[in-house]
């Protein structure tokens, strides 16, 4: 059996494009994106991925695989493909911020541990919400929302034929603050509930000043934000459902699928 030069060109350009496209979406995307992953683990993903998707997608257009225009082919996929998977990383990074903001209102903000997706240090309360929010990716089949977003995306942007637009990197900047929104949102009742509860001690203060509230102070907020945190659990996650769904809208407007 013997295959010729265009159709050896053919196969690697089919299989390398939206190897890119699809390796991209998984580098930032949640979860997978964790410097824990293990690189080669990504990447054997990202090529099973593309060869399930191989049959149902366009013929690739390549004319030649070492070549400028093949190398900008390249760089466009691995853009199509990150843009998709930042989306899903400011919904997940809305629960950090609201955890910090939580944490810093509260005091426990002093306890600090290592990101394991950002490889930074982050306070307890807000890698508490990223777990959270992880684990609920995960049990609402948002990797499966993930993968049929990707393979909507060849149909919406032909490899060689269709490319983001400047207003869509622009709506997907804009999408970006609904992050800042939705945690101040979620963060909003325990700041509400410390506010007053910093009230009850400036009254008890200006009441009794023998009692030394400042030294009490720190353990008292400290226990009533654990105890506000647990309280407001329960809306954790229709917080996280109303965010993914914002961003799954966002997603099937970049692929032109909006119903």
Not at 62 to 73: D, P, R
Not at 119 to 130: D, S
Not at 183 to 208: D, E, H, Q, R
Request: hydrophobic residues 60%; aromatic residues 10%.
């Amino acid at each position: 059996m013997e295959f010729s030069a265009d159709t050896i060109t053919q196969f690697m350009g089919d299989m390398l494009l939206p190897f890119m496209r699809i390796s991209g979406m998984l580098a930032t995307m949640v979860g997978l994106s964790a410097k824990t992953v293990p690189t080669t683990v990504r990447a054997l993903l990202t090529l099973f991925i593309t060869l399930i998707i191989l049959p149902v997608i366009p013929p690739v257009p390549v004319a030649e695989i070492f070549s400028v225009s093949t190398f900008v082919l390249v760089i466009q996929q691995l853009i199509i493909g990150i843009s998709l998977g930042f989306i899903s990383t400011m919904v997940l990074n809305t629960f950090v911020l609201a955890g910090q903001v939580v944490a810093m209102q509260t005091g426990l903000g002093f306890a600090s541990i290592v990101d394991p997706v950002n490889g930074i240090n982050v306070p307890a309360v807000g890698q508490f919400y990223l777990i959270l929010a992880t684990l609920l990716f995960w049990a609402l089949d948002g990797h499966l929302a993930m993968i049929r977003m990707v393979v909507m995306s060849f149909t919406a942007f032909p490899v060689g034929e269709a490319w983001l637009q400047p207003e869509q990197f622009r709506e997907i900047a804009h999408w970006a603050g609904w992050m800042f929104i939705s945690a101040v949102t979620l963060s909003l009742a325990p700041i509400v509930s410390l506010l007053i509860v910093n009230l009850a001690f400036g009254v008890m203060t200006k009441a009794a000043p023998q009692l030394n509230i400042f030294s009490l102070g720190f353990s008292i907020a400290q226990i009533m934000g654990l105890v506000i945190i647990w309280i407001t659990m329960d809306n954790f996650t229709h917080h996280f459902e109303v965010q993914w769904d914002r961003a799954q809208q966002m997603m099937c407007q970049l692929v032109n699928v909006c119903p």
